[in-house]
């Protein structure tokens, strides 16, 4: 494990009994008490994950919001200072470089929070496609700060109470980048956003302070159950909420409109975003695969890259799948044939040697 990547905050981890994983180069908890216990704990109370090894780049400069509308799907120019949203990062042919959230910070400086393994990648997708004419710096700053993600419905009455600054006051998808954490030497920036469906915030504190903030929540939260959480939870919590995972749900092979996310790609605009051409097609024409949900009907868990099949012949593949904790229900997302994507309508998927019976359902699986 040598080899692995570290956040700032592992050297915390022993001390709440994380159990780790290699996840995309990155030593980091897959869980702490167990991923059912963390999950029930986010969606009644409220747990705190470190998600530090997310990728942070800063793109900056005279030409900063020209160059997004260029990038990106969704539209940088309807983004206010103080505001973020959610976005696509295409290829030509309209597979997903990534998606992540991007922060308008100032007039002309915005900070896109992407995923782990995709951040070298990103960071040269976005300099390669700077010109000569354009006045963009792209910078690379994940080394230098740490995230926390305080979610669940009690994380802001926990938060609060090491802070003079009102959490109230941040909306959905809004944040401050002048929040005090009482005997945290440094400011952080702090934005309601997550990963789980539930209520919560995301920290971004520089590295030195982060330990300090992840023991000073996690001590003086215990008597209100605030818990540690790993990624075990992060996934399950997501899956339910319908929330999509790099490399499962997207992909370079998959579009974002094939994965039911036509809201967050703006055609109507005046900058044309890379790869809107096939995108555009597919939202007026409709795409030849779509994401559904599943439900199994017999017994047995559809997991990744497990096929659905109807007549024997194969229609496409599970993208995730999982019995929900909150549910009780063995649930899986698939990528399959449009023409077999309308609900209820029956499937197989092979489960080693056998092949058992599900359902298409609507997705999310879990309404918030």
């Known amino acids: 494990m040598s080899d692995l990547k570290r956040t700032p905050i592992y050297s915390e981890y022993e001390k709440y009994g994380a159990r780790t994983i290699d996840f995309g180069g990155w030593d980091l908890p897959v869980q702490f008490s167990s991923i059912k216990q963390e999950h029930e704990a986010t969606r009644t109370n409220a747990t705190v994950f470190d998600v530090s090894h997310m990728g942070q780049i800063v793109v900056s400069g005279e030409d900063s919001e020209q160059f997004l509308l260029k990038m990106l799907t969704n539209n940088v120019q309807n983004l206010k200072v103080g505001r973020a949203h959610y ?52 910078q690379n700053e994940t080394e230098d700060y740490a995230i926390l993600a305080v979610q669940g419905p009690k ?68 008597e209100k159950g605030l818990e540690p959480a790993g990624l075990g939870a992060r996934d399950t919590l997501r899956f339910e909420v319908g929330l999509p995972l790099y490399g499962q749900e997207l992909s370079k092979d998959i579009t974002p409109i094939e994965a039911g996310q036509n ?30 949900g599943l439900e199994m009907i017999d017994r047995g868990i559809p997991r990744t890259d497990y096929e659905v099949l109807v007549d024997e012949k194969v229609i496409g593949k599970i993208t995730s799948g999982t019995q929900s904790p909150t549910l009780g229900k063995n649930l899986g997302l698939a990528l399959i044939d ?31």
């Open 338 to 368: 449009t023409e077999h994507a309308e609900k209820n309508n029956e499937v197989y998927v092979q489960i080693r040697k056998r092949q058992v019976k599900a359902k298409v359902i609507d997705i999310p699986f879990l309404k918030k």
């Open 155 to 222: 994380a802001e009455e926990i938060l609060q109470d090491y802070s003079e600054d009102s959490l109230e006051e941040i909306p959905l998808f809004g944040f401050n980048q002048e929040i005090t954490f009482h005997n945290i030497d440094k400011k952080a920036l702090v934005s309601r956003t997550g990963y789980t469906g539930e209520d919560g915030f995301e920290i971004y504190i520089d590295k030195s302070e982060a330990t300090k903030l992840w023991n000073m929540l996690l001590e003086g939260g215990k």
């Open 87 to 138: 976005t696509f990062m295409c290829y030509e042919d309209g597979g997903t470089v990534d998606d992540f959230l991007v922060y308008r910070l100032a007039e002309k400086e915005f900070l896109l929070v992407v995923n782990a393994a995709n951040t070298e990648k990103d960071y040269e997708w976005l300099v390669n496609h700077i010109t000569d004419d354009e006045d963009v710096e792209v």
């Open 263 to 292: 809201f967050f790609v703006k055609i109507d605009r005046p900058t044309k975003f890379i790869g809107q051409d096939v995108l555009e097609k597919q939202i007026n024409e409709g795409a030849s695969r779509k994401l559904v």
